[in-house]
C-alpha cells in the first residue's frame, strides 16, 4: 500500500488526512497513518467533528467535566474541539521539526456562522491559535467574500491560516491577492515570514456533481460527453494560476524576505460518482508543491490502486480550458455553478455546526450533576 503513497509524496503532493476524532488520536490510529502511509497533515471542518464527537467514543469524561462546570454548548464544543486538535498536533510536531513547518499540521475551522462577518472571523480565529496554543496550526477561514480581509488581517498577525470552500479560479486569485497582502503587512510590522504558512483548500469533487447534474439534464450525447472532466480541469487552471502569482514580480521581495508560498490543497477529492475511477481526484492532480487530503476511503484507495505516474497537471492547460469553454458552449454558466457551490458549502457547514451544537448540548444535559 504505501509504494503508490511514497511515490506520490516523492512526486511533491504531501499527503493528508481529512479526518479526525478522538478515538483516532487515542487508539494510535494517527500515529500509524504518520508512519505506514505518509500522512503529514490533517484538516478538520465541521462536518467531521459533528460526525465524531455525535459518535461519543471517547467524548464522554470531557462532557460531564463540562457538564459538571455549567459551561455554554458554544464554550464545551470550542474545548472538545481544540483538545482533539491539540493532542493531534503534538503526533504531528515531529513532522513539523522535520519539514521546517511546512507539514506536520492540524486545521481547525472558525464558527461557519461568522462565514459573511470579517471582523468576526477576524477575532475568532486569533481566539482559536490562541486556544489551540500550538505552531503547527492553521485557522481555518472560508473564501467568501467577507472572509478575505479576514485572511489578510489575520496573516498580517503571524497567524497561519488554510483557506477553505474555494471553487472559482476568480476567487482563488482573490485569495492569493489576500495573502500576499497579509505577508506584506506582516513584513511591515517585523515579524519573521519563514514562520508563517498557509494552504489555499481548491475543492474539487463537487464541481463535477454539481456540472454533471446539469450535464445529465441536458441529455445529449455531446453534454454526457463532458461528464468528468470539469473538476480536475478546474483545479489544473488553479495550479497555473498558483505558478503564475508566485513567480510575480509582486511575490519577488517576499520571497526575498523567505516568505512561503501558499500552497494549493485539493479538498473533497473522495469521488462521488461510482462510475469514475475512486482515485481520479489524486492521480489526475499530482504536480509538486500541492496538498491533497483525503477521506481515509480515499486515502486507503490512493494506496492500494493509485495510479502515481508523474505531474499530470504540467502540459494539460490548454485541455483544461477548452474542456471548461466546452461546457459554456452548451449553456452551464461556471460563474453559477462556483457561486452555488460556494454557498451550499458554508450553509452545509453552518447546518453541521447547528447539528453539533444540538447534539452537545443534549450530551451536557444527560451527563449534567444531580443537584447537590
Request: without cysteine.
Amino acid at each position: 500500500m504505501t509504494d503508490a503513497l511514497k511515490r506520490l509524496s516523492d512526486e511533491g503532493v504531501a499527503i493528508w488526512l481529512d479526518d479526525l476524532s478522538r478515538k483516532r488520536i487515542t487508539s494510535g490510529n494517527l500515529a500509524e497513518l504518520i508512519d505506514q502511509q505518509h500522512v503529514v497533515g490533517v484538516t478538520t471542518n465541521p462536518s467531521i467533528f459533528q460526525k465524531a464527537i455525535s459518535a461519543g467514543d471517547g467524548y464522554e469524561e470531557q462532557v460531564a467535566d463540562l457538564a459538571a462546570r455549567g459551561v455554554t454548548v458554544e464554550e464545551a464544543i470550542r474545548m472538545i474541539t481544540t483538545a482533539d486538535v491539540r493532542d493531534a498536533a503534538d503526533i504531528l510536531r515531529p513532522v513539523f521539526d522535520e519539514t521546517g513547518g511546512q507539514d506536520g499540521r492540524v486545521s481547525i475551522e472558525v464558527d461557519p456562522r461568522l462565514a459573511h462577518h470579517t471582523r468576526a472571523t477576524t477575532a475568532e480565529a486569533k481566539q482559536l491559535a490562541w486556544l489551540v496554543d500550538r505552531p503547527n496550526t492553521l485557522i481555518k477561514i472560508p473564501a467568501t467574500k467577507a472572509g478575505l480581509p479576514a485572511i489578510t488581517e489575520t496573516i498580517g498577525r503571524g497567524i497561519s491560516v488554510n483557506v477553505t470552500l474555494i471553487f472559482s479560479l476568480e476567487r482563488y486569485r482573490a485569495v492569493m491577492d489576500a495573502y500576499l497582502a497579509g505577508l506584506e503587512k506582516a513584513k511591515a510590522a517585523g515579524l519573521d515570514l519563514s514562520k508563517i504558512h498557509s494552504v489555499a483548500s481548491f475543492f474539487v469533487s463537487r464541481v463535477d456533481t454539481e456540472i454533471d447534474k446539469q450535464l445529465d439534464a441536458i441529455g445529449t450525447d455531446e453534454a454526457k460527453s463532458l461528464k468528468g472532466k470539469a473538476a480536475v480541469a478546474n483545479a489544473r487552471l488553479a495550479y497555473e494560476a498558483y505558478e503564475d502569482v508566485f513567480s510575480s514580480d509582486r511575490w519577488a521581495p517576499l520571497d526575498k524576505a523567505q516568505a512561503n508560498k501558499q500552497r494549493p490543497l485539493w479538498a473533497s477529492t473522495g469521488v462521488k460518482d461510482p462510475d469514475y475511477r475512486d482515485t481520479m481526484y489524486v492521480d489526475d492532480l499530482v504536480a509538486p508543491g500541492t496538498v491533497n487530503t483525503m477521506p481515509e476511503a480515499t486515502l486507503e484507495a490512493a494506496g492500494d490502486h493509485g495510479k502515481v505516474t508523474g505531474n499530470t497537471i504540467a502540459g494539460k492547460y490548454d485541455q483544461a480550458r477548452a474542456d471548461l469553454e466546452a461546457l459554456a458552449k452548451i449553456g452551464i454558466s461556471y460563474d453559477d455553478v462556483v457561486q452555488l457551490l460556494e454557498d451550499e458549502g458554508v450553509d452545509k457547514f453552518e447546518a453541521a455546526w447547528n447539528d453539533l451544537l444540538k447534539s452537545t448540548e443534549a450530551e451536557l444535559k444527560r451527563l449534567a450533576p444531580s443537584e447537590g
